[in-house]
């Protein structure tokens, strides 16, 4: 079946340093990619995806590549604020992949803290 | 507002007592899904549902139930709740199955079984 590796942290930077979260993954076929983010006591929310290879995902200063060659989509910021703190999930889609149940993959999750 | 709706959002109750987490959205989307959340293992799906009347078991279905008579409603039950079962629930909808769209997620809901 499909399965995502990040990084679980916690991952603890200071104010303003630069961000990046490491995902590989394991799918047959062409999976969609996300990012979703989990603050304190809320449930997930989008943060970017990307549909097909060489696909760059962007959002609040958030960027990600979908690499095919390399199966990776490693979550990048220039600047982090403390306000990017939270859980940062890497999922893919299981959709055209044959790799599992109709639904997401996700990887264990990345616990993101910035000090001020 | 699209949301996804949640009941409760914090429930501790004791093995062996049935228990229902109700779960609606109002976005007429066609798919929806239930999540549990465990520490160090991320999120892995438990049931999920294309559409009125069509479920599925997802990578966890063990000690659950669904169904899904409206396109809105999506309740979790859990029949005999085991300690096992302690978890961080989420319910989650997309417009189409088998599709890349993203999924919206509810709020969670915080069960506890003594």
């Known amino acids: 079946g499909n399965s995502v590796t990040q990084m679980e942290g916690p991952v603890t930077l200071s104010e303003e340093a630069f961000l990046t979260i490491n995902c590989t993954y394991t799918a047959t076929g062409y999976p969609s990619l996300f990012w979703y983010v989990q603050y304190p006591g809320e449930g997930l929310q989008l943060l970017l995806k990307a549909t097909k290879a060489d696909d760059k995902g962007s959002n609040k200063g958030f960027e990600a590549t979908y690499r095919k060659e390399t199966t990776s989509f490693h979550l990048e910021k220039g600047s982090v604020q403390v306000s990017d703190s939270a859980v940062y999930f890497c999922?893919?889609?299981?959709?055209?992949?044959?790799?599992?149940?109709?639904?997401?993959?996700f990887g264990k999750g990345t616990h993101l803290i910035i000090q001020p | 507002e699209a949301q996804v709706t949640q009941n409760p959002r914090y429930l501790i109750t004791v093995t062996g007592k049935k228990l229902t987490v109700t779960c609606s959205q109002n976005m007429n989307h066609e798919y929806m899904s239930w999540y549990r959340q465990d520490p160090g293992l991320g999120l892995r799906q438990i049931y999920y549902?294309?559409?009125?009347?069509?479920?599925d078991k997802g990578d966890v279905p063990e000690g659950y139930k669904v169904s899904r008579k409206e396109k809105r409603n999506f309740p979790l039950i859990l029949e005999s709740p085991s300690p096992n079962q302690t978890s961080l629930y989420f319910c989650a909808s997309s417009p189409y199955s088998f599709s890349n769209q993203p999924q919206h997620f509810g709020d969670g809901t915080r069960l506890s079984i003594l």
């Open positions: 549902s294309m559409n009125v009347e069509v479920t």
């Open positions: 999922a893919l889609s299981n959709a055209a992949t044959g790799g599992g149940a109709d639904g997401l993959t």
